[in-house]
């Protein structure tokens, strides 16, 4: 592909990171999950890419976790440990014991209540922007050729 559109996908990286982090910033506990947010660029002979990268429980602060019939995992745990801790709730451990059992059970509240828009809307934005920006640098490669 152009040399351009590598250098676009660089110079929007940052910027996609940041993008995220405001917008999960609004709901997240801990701040792990917007720490964990990078991006790479990816780049072959036919395909650049941009990726914005996560930790795993990522998409879960818009789809939220679902009921399951499996125990609480050392993860799960840990990470509810860090979200008792940040909510300032006496004794973390044992109220992440709690939350999870209840969110095992019944899934949590984001699940029960259909999942929320938090990240998808400003994500969109970006990505549209980012698309523009490449058509116009496509546009111009064409014109001076």
Known sequence: MFANVQQILQSYGPIGVEV???????VEASGKT??????EVESTEKKDRLLLIGR?????????????????SPDMI?????????????????????IAKTILKEGDKTYRSGGRLVYSPELI?????????????????????
Do not use: C, H
């Open 20 to 26: 995220l982090k405001q917008a999960i910033a609004q």
């Open 78 to 98: 840990e990470m509810l440990t860090g979200y008792a801790k940040a909510r300032g709730m006496d004794k973390p451990e044992s109220a992440a014991w709690g």
């Open 56 to 72: 795993a429980y990522f998409e879960l602060i818009e789809k939220g976790i679902r009921p399951s019939n499996k125990n609480p």
């Open 125 to 145: 934005k970006f990505v549209d922007e980012v698309k523009d920006v490449i058509v116009q640098e496509f546009k111009r490669g064409y014109l001076l050729e």
């Open 34 to 39: 917007a720490q964990s947010i990078k991006y």
